[in-house]
Nanobody, 124 residues
Framework: QVQLVETGGESVQVGGSLRLSCAIS????????MGWFRQAPGKEREFVAC????????HYADPVKGRFTISGDNAVNTVYLQMYSLKAEDTAVYYC?????????????????WGQGTQVTVFS
């Protein structure tokens, strides 16, 4: 059984920074493709970033390129999402997800395992 637990969501001012963490249990992070998604009120869940556990390939959605960084630490089986220069439109519930699929995956349906989400609110 794979379990994902996100932490780190907070309220932060526009232009601020925040780091989200996703702790993985049940299987080593190195065996997965790990993704971060987000869902704003009234909107569909959307892809943010992903990282392959084994080769550390990364991929980002255009709105967050250059501002967000996804990384992983195999020693503690945790994936991070470092967010800089936050904007009001980054406000959402952020979800960590995992898949055993090969290659870069950006669709919600490609990820069978999900965390409970953590709220990020960016205010001006």
């Amino acid at each position: 059984q794979v379990q994902l637990v996100e932490t780190g969501g907070e309220s932060v001012q526009v232009g601020g920074s925040l780091r989200l963490s996703c702790a993985i249990s049940g299987r080593p992070f190195s065996g997965f493709l790990m993704g971060w998604f987000r869902q704003a009120p009234g909107k569909e869940r959307e892809f943010v970033a992903c990282i392959s556990g084994r080769w550390r390939d990364t991929h980002y959605a255009d709105p967050v390129k250059g501002r967000f960084t996804i990384s992983g630490d195999n020693a503690v089986n945790t994936v991070y999402l470092q967010m800089y220069s936050l904007k009001a439109e980054d406000t959402a519930v952020y979800y960590c997800a995992a898949t055993g699929a090969v290659g870069i995956r950006t669709d919600v349906g490609d990820y069978p395992w999900w965390g409970q989400g953590t709220q990020v609110t960016v205010f001006s």
